[in-house]
């Protein structure tokens, strides 16, 4: 099939690149010239694992290429996923469709024959059904233009592997043929038996937000029984392999450390939090805005805890924080509770060095007053305190030894139990880790 992506980021590129890995011609858009040039290339503007060799080779091959112009995608394609940005609002609670909705009115005056555009970003319930009315207004084709929903479940760091092997397909259809459509598009991944569920487009809708709101709280919920760990001089990771071996509970992403950030999930959690407000369903509110309060104190919590170690205040301290994105495998920093905890220390009078293998660019523009440096091994000398702060393998697999002869009295404090606390300790170092006793 001929397939376009509209909007090229976090979300549209990996789309684009797995559309073509599946056998589709696909046709990308973006507004941004100097970023459709680089993606024709080859050049891949966002870190993405796997990411940057899918593109080259599709580019290359002329399976996928890419341009600014909507009325080239319209006349090339019959099927169109809507993968532009949907950030929270101004009153920070609701989605802000502006993008969804702008990119609808300019792709419509080119729908001449029938065509069914995808949603993929998350947004609001009802957003499908008024997108539909716009489009069936405003397009040539009229009615014969549909409107599916199909949200994405893609772990950043794991877009590609996420979108070539999901754990499931979720198509929220108007009729049996945008079903039709939709089961075209993915017919590659459901031969290979990949679950499909077939739903109402606001069902698909709810679908998105509640997974990602109740992740969030899966997080908050183990962060606060960290706290509880901490008070009662108790072990979070013990108590989390135990529970977690429950099939009800599962292991899975039942993880202390410094809370949820990213692109999806603090934005989504506020959004769904906001629609169960409007929908009247104000226990369901109360208890998804507890968790986002846990999130939101994860920073301070997280000071505390080196405070702690320290035995002293940061203020004069000279700091160095491992980790710019909000988790391994990606650049991107949006929410990034690593950042969030720099930034506190910064404010509170620590001389802050930020380490990243990926991330630095972008959290550079995010967060210019902090340092940064480029090399893990530079980016501790001098540093009285090393903080773990997202779980890249390549802080797991440092050298204890040869960093401690960089340090005096070197003290790390791993927020994301990622090291082996032994051989840090062998090597001479204070350690803490998020939600262990204090005495290990």
Not at 59 to 80: I, K, N, P, Y
Not at 150 to 163: K, Q, S, V, Y
Not at 368 to 374: H, I, K, S
Request: glycine content about 8%; aromatic content about 4%; hydrophobic content about 45%.
């Amino acid at each position: 099939m001929r397939v376009s992506v509209i909007g090229c980021g976090h979300l549209g590129i990996p789309h684009a690149a797995a559309m073509a890995e599946i056998g589709h011609e696909v046709i990308g858009v973006d507004l941004d010239r100097a970023r459709i040039d680089r993606l024709n290339a080859g050049e891949c503007p966002i870190y993405e694992e796997g990411l940057p060799e899918l593109l080259a080779t599709h580019t290359a091959s002329g399976q996928l290429r890419f341009t600014t112009d909507l009325a080239e995608a319209a006349a090339f394609a019959d099927v169109h996923f809507l993968a532009v940005g949907t950030p929270i609002d101004a009153d920070g609670r609701s989605y802000d469709t502006g993008q969804v909705f702008g990119a609808a009115r300019a792709l419509a005056p080119f729908l001449t024959r029938p065509a069914v555009v995808v949603g993929k970003s998350t947004v609001t319930v009802g957003t499908a059904r008024d997108l539909g009315a716009l489009l069936a207004r405003l397009s040539p084709a009229g009615e014969e233009v549909e409107v599916a929903w199909n949200p994405e479940f893609l772990r950043e760091g794991h877009a590609i592997e996420d979108t070539l092997r999901p754990d499931r397909i979720v198509v929220g259809v108007p009729s049996s043929r945008a079903e039709d459509v939709m089961r075209q598009v993915y017919a590659p991944l459901l031969r290979a038996q990949v679950p499909l569920f077939v739903t109402d487009p606001a069902t698909a809708e709810l679908i998105k937000g509640a997974a990602n709101a109740y992740l969030g709280m899966k997080i908050s919920f183990i962060n606060g029984v960290a706290d509880m760990c901490a008070a009662a001089g108790a072990d979070v990771h013990q108590l989390t392999e135990a529970i977690g071996v429950d099939p009800r509970i599962g292991r899975a992403g039942l993880n202390a450390g410094p809370g949820y950030g990213g692109g999806c999930l603090p934005k989504d959690a506020r959004a769904f939090t906001a629609s169960a407000q409007a929908l009247g369903a104000l226990d369901a509110a109360t208890l998804l805005r507890s968790a986002e309060l846990v999130n939101e104190s994860r920073p301070a919590a997280a000071l505390a805890l080196i405070e702690e170690t320290l035995g002293r205040q940061v203020e004069g301290v000279r700091v160095t924080v491992w980790g710019a994105s909000f988790k391994a495998g990606t650049d991107d920093v949006r929410e990034s509770p690593a950042l969030a905890i720099a930034a506190l220390m910064h404010q509170r009078g620590a001389d802050v060095t930020v380490h990243d293998p990926h991330a630095v660019t972008a959290a550079l523009r995010r967060n210019p007053e902090l340092e940064y440096c480029e090399d893990l091994v530079d980016s501790a000398s001098g540093a009285e305190l090393i903080v773990v702060a997202t779980e890249w393998p390549q802080f797991r697999d440092a050298d204890p030894k040869a960093l401690a002869t960089l340090v005096t009295d070197p003290v790390l404090v791993d927020l994301r139990n990622l090291l082996h606390a032994d051989s840090w300790r062998t090597a001479g170092w204070t350690v803490r880790q998020l939600g262990r006793p204090a005495q290990e």
